[in-house]
Each structure stands twice: as structure tokens, then as C-alpha cells.
């Protein structure tokens, strides 16, 4: 699928200036190829003159790179006819980040903000033939120093002391080092550039907006013209079209310069998220015509028909934060994005599908593009709008007092958020923007300094009816916008633990030292961010460290040369002390970090979902990383599922069955979902004893309504937990619907893992059958196995299901995908299937 953009009729010309440039260090020293698009790091990485970053300690070697000036220069020709045209403009779609462009020696232009899309006219300094194009960069981390020197802004205490000046630079703030990534402040020309020549009237920009009624939905389009005076009459042809087959069109004429057109769709075909519905997408076309039909401009769209509401109204909590999509309201369940890598051009061809599909894969229908990252690419929001990914889409501000009161700062952002709200105001997965990051909850104080801004500084700027608010009113009129997460609307606006209203950060676990069931304690309207780190598993951090030099320990220099999180590691072997025995090596230490992580991040999601409606949503943090290392991910630098992903993809199941402990022996059944009808269906459980033997079974019929909210069930075990013992007996339960849809499990374990009586499963492959994709491989224990995982020391596998837990005696078939092919035997060979005890001891 193409981007959307405004592609220039034949009548204009179009030069592509993307290619091999040539990069030079401001000093001299360094003279090499240069990518366009593409980044310093890049060309010095592939040119050989610098360590892989990511690599042991390299990192460190690599922050002179950020600290120099550079240039991209090089020759491109262009034909006497180019000087005919009135206007002749060097369209540059991404300039990383402080720009002074020189054609032919003649200043044309400056950037300062990557996030922008800056157009310089070079009509002046073009010559017919040979001309040379010279793009200098200042070092973002020089500038961004001296600026604090001059306009000094309070900072954070956590930065690293060369980010100290960060928030004065409109450039990915993570790029400054972040609690889960290195330090690489980039430079380059990060996106196409091009020179466009052209003197007819042109389609600026285009708005698509939409009305829904019992009618239809009404699809308006607006469009500003330029370069339209001294042509009268100019008319515009619009067709919208689904799977090819119009649907609806126009021809109409623009009038002074502006096209304002709407067309009626009857019988829409609804997008909705994800797990709701399907994402048809409708094509616009719109044609700029003069009155003999020729066609100057054309635009093009992809747009779903939905409308997004978020909710938010009095309840018996305080006040609702729920979003609606096409007059459904639904559970919110996902993640936060986070750039996929730290220079962007190295991140491989189709993982930003991949990342996004494995999102869809663990059932999620929201993406929250974090404040710290970047406005992503338009691959990226096509596969949104394509798999039904809402998107949360954040203003890059995160973490830091920004200088909200310096007239250029302000007027640089508000045509940063302009651009971005237009470029976006179409797609169907958008569905609120939001100022910043934890500025409120951070970075706020009565008087500014010592990391804190002044609601004076802060409010005019990030309010709801502040700068950006109105920069979204204007430019994307059909999306809310949400100042800050988090942010409360009811009691003091920065109080994170105040549930009754707006999106909670809940950082209680990770940041604050609560254990894991605290979250069972919690219930915020929406949890916008909560998590727990986890370690890659050992291939990933292979790629990294080096054994024979002693990396391989969690506390080697070079594994906390990764852990970005000040105490983290110490973080993780506290709760980990808390829930389970200590792992025996580094490599089953990695695994049990996952298996923590997972247990962690599950507690907090199935418990929510139960709280539903008075919760509506979890986004965990975070999907992705940026580089192998530590994080909050479900997902690793390499694309490989954490235990987190696997366990995600049950929590946010469209059906959850889950049992939680009530009081005195006593425990809770829930059966969570979102449908618009009751679910019913038949119930059995059966207690048992780890070493496998049936101890008690029982069966109900069932039904449960949407976003019940309380138990369907309770079975009383009192009796059998007095005489077995919490540490020896586990709980399974299966529910049959009457739907005939997917069958459902869940377990319950009485006992911390530490302290539960596990003894050898005898955990044995009984089968294993080569199919299309892979194999489907037949697992079976004697006994309980709690924990249990597969992988393969030398391929990637993605598994139907992974780290789950085991009943004695009840065999599963997992299927498997792997990503090489591989013959039975060398699949079987190697296959691991690994569980809990596995990490304590060999
Ligand atoms: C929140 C996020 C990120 C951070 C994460 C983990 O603050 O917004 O800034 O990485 O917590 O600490």
C-alpha cells in the first residue's frame, strides 16, 4: 500500500536526490559515503570507522559521533527547463537535526526539528547542468548544551550529563539515552529529499473528515490550493472507492483558492479495533482539473469509516475514561511504541509489520506512540489503519521541563503539531492525541527549577484549550485531545494513586517496591503505563556480550553496562527473591527474569480486565526495544517473543477465564469479555494434587454478561487446601461455551512458586509431526510443570502457546513456526522444552 501522499500531477517536475552522498566531518578527518535518507552512525558503521554500539561496552566509543558537525554533500544535474518554472522548492521530508542548506553555495534554508517536513525555495542558486547541494549539521548535544548555558531550563536529575540540554531540541528525546536504551544522538538527512519543480495550482494539503448518522456517513474533504491565482475556474473530481467499486463522488469547483467538498457513503462498511469487527479501508482520490479536464494534482487517501468517543462521564467511581468506537464501547488492551531502533536505517525491512502484527497476534487493539520516540512513518500508521490498531498518539514531549514560554520554541512546536495532526488526521487508527509524557506528574511544581516547570509555563501551552489543544482542534477536529498522560480530571490533577478519573501511570511494582498482588489492589479508570523488566533470552544477549571475557552474569560490567535502569537489576532479584527460588545459572536466570516479568504483568492485566467497566484499559510498558538489552518489553531487539508476548496474548484473549484466591479457602471464577451478548457455557474444574493426583472435580453451567465485573463462580476448597496443603495442590478449570467457540483454561496455583511442592514433572516430547510452517510438537508431563517454555538454541520458533502451566497427565500439542527451514531431526534434536524447576536446578 502506498503512502498517502499529494503526488504531483505530470505537470510538475520531480527530482529524487536520495542516494549515495558523500559525508564529511566539519574537522576534515572523516571523509566517507553518506545514505540518503540515513544518519551518521549508519555511514560510520557501514564504512567500518566505528564498533557496533550495541556490542559489550561500545556505546561509549561512539559519543564523539554525536558531539561532531557534519555534512552531506554531493552534485546532481538538472535541465534548462527547471529555471523556467516559477517555483523550484528542495522538499525535505526529515532533517536530523539542526540544517543550514547551501545549493551551490548560496544559503537556501535552516532546519531545526527533525519532526518537521521543510520545504526551501532554491529557484535563485539553481544553474542549468551541474549543481552541488551542501547540508550541514550541528551537533545536537554541543548546541543542546551551550543552549542551557544561555537559557538555562531545569533539567532531570536522571539524564545523562551530555542530555542535560535535551528538552531545547525538537529531535527524538530517547536518542539522549533513556531507562531502557543507549545514548546515540544522530545527525542525517533521515527521510526522502527531493527537488519539485512546478507553476500550476496545487492541492497544498488535504483534510478528510466524517459524519455518521442513520443516513450514512458523510465524508468531507478540504483541501487549500496553492500557487492558484490567475487560474479561474479550477475544478476538482473526487471518487471515493471500496476494493475498486466507487461508492461515491464529485466534481466541484474550488473556490478562492480553497476545495471544500462532501460525498454521502449509504451503506458504509464500519473499521473498527481489532477483535471488534473488520477494517475495511475506502480509497479517496482527489483530482485538481483545470476546465479543459487537464489534471494538475492529485491526492490520494486511505480512510476507514469510524467514529472515536472517549467516554468520559460520571460514574460510581468518579469519572469514566472508556473509549467507543462506532458506539461500542471497549476495553483498551495493549502496549507503549517505542522507536525500533535508535538509528532508525537500521532497522530491518518488515519489522515494523512484524512488531505491529505481533500486537494483533496477542490480541491487543491499542498502540500508544509514547512522547519520547517519534511521529512514526506512514508504513507505520498504514498498518495501524490496515490490522485495526488504535493508536494513542502522543506530541514528543516526555519526562523533562520544557522551555514552554520562548516564543521560537513555541511557534517551531506549533507548526511541528500542525504538520503532524494534518499528515494524520485521516487515518482511521487515530484515536486521541496527547501533549506529553508524565510532564504533569514529573516535571511540575509551584515555583520552576531543580527538573520542574511552573503551571504558568505549562498550561498555555499543554492545556486542553493550550497551544497543542488548539493546534488539534483546528487540524484534526474529530479527535480528542488528552493534555497529558497521566492526568486527572477529578481532586488534584497530578495525584497518580487517585483512581477516580483520567489514565494512571501505575508504577506501584517497578518503580515504588510494591509487590506484584498490590496491583490487585488497584483500580484505575485506564492504566496508560504499568510493567516490569525482563531480560532477553540467552541468544539475544549472545549477540551482545562475550562469554569467554565473563559477560555472561547479571551483574558482569558488561550486562550492567545494559541495565539502564539505575537499581533495575537489583529491582528484578528483589521480586524475584519474592516469588521464586534463586535461578542456578546466568542463561535460566534470563528465562526466570521473563517468567517473573510475565507473572508480574499478567497479575495486573487479568485483574483490570476484571475490574471492567470501572477499568477500560491496560497498556503495558512497553511492546518493543531499541537495542538488546534489560527492558519492559514483550518483545526483543531481535523481534523474538519474551514469555511476557506469549502470556499477553492469553490476558487480553477476547474471552478471559481466570480464578483468583478469595478469603478462607474460597475461590473466585471470572469469565471477562467485551461481546454484546451473554456467554454461556459449561464449567469444570478439578483440584489436584502437583504430583498429579485428582483430588476434587466439580462442573456448573455458566453465564456471564459483558464487562461483568464480579465472579460467575465460587468453589470452596477449604476443606482440601486444610489437608493437602496450599503448597501441594493446584486448580484447573476448562469452560466449554455454548457457542461452540475456542474452549477456555485457566489454573490456579495456592502457593508462591518458591514455596509450592514441584517435584520432576518428567516432562517429555511424546510427538512431534512436521507440518507447513513447522511442526506440532505433543508435550506431556507425569506430574504438574509449571512454567513450561520451548526453544531452540539455533532457530527462532513462535509457538501457538508458550510458558504456560501443565497438568499431570494432560498432553498438549504446540504448534510451532520456525523462522529457518530445518528437517525433523535437526528440529527435534535441539528442540528445549524447558519449566520451572529447570531454572533452579539442573
Ligand atoms: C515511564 C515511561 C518511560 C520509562 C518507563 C519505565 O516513565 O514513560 O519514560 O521508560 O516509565 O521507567
Known sequence: MTANLTSHADTAQVLDLGGTWSLRSKDGQYDLPGQVPGCVHADLLAAGLVPDPYYRMNEHQVQWVGKTDWVYERVFDVSKDWLSYNCVALDCEGLDTLARVVVNGEECGAAN?????????????LVAGENSIQVFFESSVNYSLEKIKQAPIPHVFWDLPDAKGRAWIRKQQSQFGWDWGPMIVTSGIHAPIRLVALDTPRLERVGVRQQHSQKGVVVRVEAPLSQFEGYSALRSKIKITRLGMEVASCDVESKDGVLDAELLIEQPELWWPAGMGEQPLY????????????????????????????????????????????????????????PADVIPSRIPKGRIRSLLGDAVDANMNMIRV???????????????????????????????????????????????????????????????????????????????????????????????????GTVVKENAPDTTYWPCSPL???????????????????????????????????????????GFQGFPEPKTMAAVIDHSLGDGNLCSQVVDHRQRAGAGTGRIMYDLARWFKLPHDFEHTLWLTQILQSHCVQTAVEHWRR???????????????????????????YGRWKGLHYVMRRSFAPRLLSVVSAKDGVVEVHLT??????????????????????????????????????????IDLADQLAEYGKSSVALWLEFEPEDAQDVLSANLFFERPKHMGLSNPELAVVGCEANKSGFDVTIKAERCAAWVWLTHPEVDLRCSDNFFHLRGGQPKTVHVKVNQ??????FIQKLEVKHLLNTYAN
Not at 116 to 122: K, N, P, Q
Not at 291 to 319: P, T, Y
Not at 511 to 518: A, L, M, N, Q, R
Not at 612 to 637: C, E, F, H, K
Open 673 to 714: 469479555h467485551e461481546e454484546s451478548r451473554w456467554v454461556k457455557g459449561r464449567l469444570t474444574w478439578t483440584l489436584t494434587a502437583l504430583t498429579g493426583e485428582a483430588i476434587k472435580s466439580g462442573e456448573a453451567e455458566i453465564t456471564a454478561k459483558p464487562m461483568m465485573g464480579r465472579p460467575v463462580y465460587w
Open 113 to 125: 526539528n527533525m519532526f518537521r517536513r521543510w520545504r526551501f525555495d532554491v529557484r535563485q542558486a
Open 821 to 826: 527451514p530445518l528437517d525433523h531431526e535437526q
Open 370 to 468: 509514547w512522547g519520547g520516540g517519534v511521529y512514526e512513518s506512514e508504513e507505520f500508521y498504514d498498518i495501524c489503519d490496515e490490522l485495526g490498531l488504535c493508536v494513542w498518539q502522543d506530541f514528543m514531549f516526555a519526562c523533562a521541563p520544557y522551555p514552554t514560554t520562548d516564543p521560537s520554541f513555541i511557534e517551531n512546536v506549533r507548526q511541528e503539531a500542525i504538520q503532524a495532526t494534518q499528515r494524520l488526521n485521516h487515518r482511521a487508527s487515530i484515536c486521541l492525541w496527547c501533549g506529553n509524557n508524565e510532564l504533569e506528574w514529573l516535571n511540575m511544581a509551584d515555583t520552576p527549577g531543580n527538573g520542574k516547570m511552573s503551571w504558568e509555563q505549562y498550561l498555555p501551552f499543554f492545556d486542553f484549550d493550550g497551544m497543542l
Open 283 to 338: 480509497d479517496v482520490e482527489i483530482e485538481l482539473r483545470d476546465e479543459l479536464g487537464g489534471v494538475f494534482d492529485v491526492a490520494r487517501r486511505h480512510i476507514g469509516l469510524r467514529e472515536f468517543k472517549l467516554v468520559r462521564e460520571a460514574d460510581e467511581w468518579g469519572e469514566s475514561f472508556a473509549f467507543e468506537a462506532n458506539g461500542r464501547r471497549f476495553f483498551a488492551k495493549g502496549a507503549n511504541w517505542i
Open 488 to 530: 486527572k480530571t477529578i481532586g488534584d490533577r497530578i495525584d497518580v494513586m487517585d483512581e477516580r478519573s483520567g489514565d494512571n501511570h501505575v508504577w506501584g511494582v517497578w518503580h515504588s517496591g510494591e509487590d506484584i498482588d498490590w496491583y490487585r489492589e488497584t483500580a484505575p479508570r485506564f492504566a496508560s503505563e504499568f
Open 611 to 637: 475490574c471492567a467497566p470501572r477499568t477500560m484499559g491496560a497498556l503495558y510498558w512497553q511492546l518493543n526495544d531499541v537495542w538488546p538489552g534489560p527492558s519492559w518489553s514483550s518483545i526483543d531487539y
